[in-house]
């Protein structure tokens, strides 16, 4: 026999969505503040086990600390120095290599009107731009650069995590009058969240390193920005390899050709195929994977919120989500749903 829901059940379920929906809206308000901040939190989480470490082989908090800031530091500043350069110079060269695109596109219609396909150069040009692939890497680049101004921001605020952190677990005790139950659950949340994320961020760290590599030997222009846009969308599944794949693609085909496009995208599925179905799942586990639809539902929903930062964050900060669903008994059910339904 069917039971209509109660008043009461529903009520809850609008009060809820109510109240996610004045969460979301505040963050996409707050996002100028809420992503340096969400930023710090993923540096400090990645830099966590480093800090713990020198802790347990008795190296003093002030000196751990100061280690990991000058760590960072000389890392941000050689990264801008590099970046900065390779970034201004591609911005300037931008123009010129959407006009030889352009250029390169006119003369394979032409190739193929001589072939006997008749397609019309105005129809191309209003449903497919293949420009608006380097345009878009540009905006992504020049949207973290200005993210990247409020660096002192970002990693003074890290700092400050990193001293919460060490002294966490004595503040539960002291506040809670039974705090084995949160103790065991924030152990396991937090192991996990910072297990997923530096076992991501080092795969991630191998993805740009190779594509660096591959693209300086071929020849292409500005490997370092592609190496880098590499190690960032390594954090999307799937998506995100072949977002990240598509402007150095057709800027090979504008410098030096259909031949070494191709080899670019060959290179780009061989690098992304070994890390990632191989290498990858070994270290981390199918039990820590998304759907692709999830996934897919993250980059629109976290780049919405918060931009183009946003979408480079979107699949750590759902992993964080799901990975708190599984630690927790009465939810465990909407993890089950995230996941890519794979178990280790």
């Known amino acids: 026999m069917l039971h209509s829901p109660s008043s009461g059940n529903i009520g809850h379920i609008f009060v809820s969505a109510a109240c996610f929906v004045i ?23 990645v830099l966590s086990p480093a800090l713990f470490w ?8 002030w000196l751990s600390l100061l280690i990991i800031t000058f760590g960072l530091c000389l890392f941000g500043l050689l990264l801008s120095l590099l970046l900065g350069t390779s970034l201004n110079d591609f911005l300037q060269n931008l123009p010129a290599y959407q006009d030889k695109l352009k250029e390169r596109t006119s ?21 497919i731009n293949p420009g608006m692939a380097i345009q878009m890497a540009a905006n992504v680049f020049t949207r973290l650069s200005n993210v990247l101004t409020n660096v002192f921001f970002i990693l003074l605020t890290a700092v400050f995590i990193l001293i919460e952190l060490t002294g966490l677990t004595s503040k539960v005790t002291m506040a809670m009058e039974r705090p084995q139950k949160t103790l065991t659950f924030l152990d396991s949340f937090t192991n996990t969240v910072n297990r997923y994320l530096t076992i991501k961020t080092l795969v991630s760290l191998g993805t740009g390193l190779c594509i660096f590599v591959f693209l300086h030997v071929l020849g292409v222009d500005f490997p370092l920005l592609w190496g880098v846009l590499a190690f960032f969308l390594n954090y999307v599944p799937n998506i995100g390899s072949i977002i990240a794949a598509l402007p150095p693609v057709l800027l090979a085909y504008i410098q030096l050709g259909g031949v070494s496009a191709l080899i670019t995208a060959f290179g780009f599925l061989v690098v992304n195929v070994v890390i990632g179905n191989l290498i990858e799942p070994r270290f981390m586990g199918q039990r820590l994977g998304l759907s692709t639809l999830v996934v897919f539902l993250s980059l629109v929903f976290w780049g919405w919120v918060l931009g183009p930062v946003g979408m480079l964050l979107s699949v750590p900060l759902t992993m964080i989500v799901k990975i708190a669903l599984e630690n927790n008994e009465d939810t465990r059910w909407m993890a089950i749903l995230l996941g890519s339904g794979q178990e280790s």
């Not at 979301?24 to 992503?35: H, T």
């Not at 219609?109 to 150069?121: F, K, P, T, V």
């Open 107 to 127: 003369s394979l219609l032409n190739l193929s009107a001589s072939l006997g396909l008749d397609i019309s150069q105005s129809v191309i040009a209003e449903y």
């Open 54 to 61: 020198m802790r347990s082989v008795k190296i003093p908090l």
């Open 23 to 45: 969460v979301v809206a505040g963050m996409r308000v707050a996002s100028p503040i809420l992503v340096p901040f969400l930023l710090s939190v993923f540096i400090a989480v």
